[in-house]
């Protein structure tokens, strides 16, 4: 079954680049981005491992826990390492999830129930649907989803921003525009009373409609 927002991620427990991962508990009061990936050594997928290894920084700074996940054996992923560092610059220092069995994949809802068989004896183009983000709150709930295509590279810049605005409208009454960048006015949510806002944002607003309230970013 497919993953809708505010699900509860599934939890399992499947062997890493860095041991065995219980899933929960390995999130535990962290946010997390789970990114999958069809099969190891393709070239999509290589610049993206690489790229999400450099973002690693930025994503700590807002507790936020990187782990890939591909559709071949753990064995695989640890001679793909160095192919990512010698393309990209850059080594993941976080996990990559083996899926050979592709049971992770199936419980994600990536790949159907009824499919059969082990990674060994699969392409890529027989996961192209394992081509998924996933950004999951502490409280284990699905946050987002994003699917992408095979030859789409992903844009993680874009996902770094989705967290900020979702860490933000967590904490504070608001919503963000479109395009929102951190630090950005930001929008009262309509659940909001003018009264209610009024105590929680005496500084005022802009409205240029009744129903659209401009506010400057809570943080």
């Known amino acids: 079954m497919k993953l809708q927002l ?36 393709t070239p999509v997928c290589t610049t993206e491992l690489g790229y999400m290894a450099g973002l690693e920084a930025e994503f700590a700074k ?16 640890e001679r793909w390492l160095s ?25 994600f ?16 183009m027989d996961n192209a649907t394992v081509r998924n983000v996933y950004v999951i709150g502490p409280d284990k709930k699905v946050k987002l989803t994003i699917a992408y295509p095979m030859t789409t590279g992903r844009n993680f810049d874009e996902i770094l921003r989705v967290i900020d605005s979702l860490q933000l409208t967590a904490e504070h009454k608001v919503a963000t525009p479109v395009n929102w960048t951190k630090g950005e006015e930001v929008i009262i ?15 005022g607003w802009r409205a240029p409609k009744p129903y659209i309230r401009y506010v400057a970013c809570p943080q």
């Open 83 to 107: 192919d990512i560092e010698d393309v990209t610059g850059h080594r993941p220092s976080y996990p990559l999830i083996g899926d050979p069995s592709l049971s992770v994949a199936k419980l």
């Open 189 to 203: 949510v309509p659940s909001v009373s003018d009264e209610a806002a009024k105590e929680k944002f005496p500084a």
């Open 109 to 124: 809802g990536m790949l159907g129930a009824a499919v059969n068989g082990s990674a060994s004896a699969r392409s890529a």
């Open 62 to 77: 807002r507790n936020v826990k990187i782990i890939g996940l591909s559709i071949d054996a753990v064995s695989d992923h």
């Open 6 to 41: 505010g699900d509860t991620a599934p939890d399992f427990t499947a062997q890493s680049t860095q041991g065995e991962i219980r899933f929960h508990d390995w999130i535990g009061d962290s946010w997390c981005v789970l990114f999958s990936h069809p099969k190891d050594f």
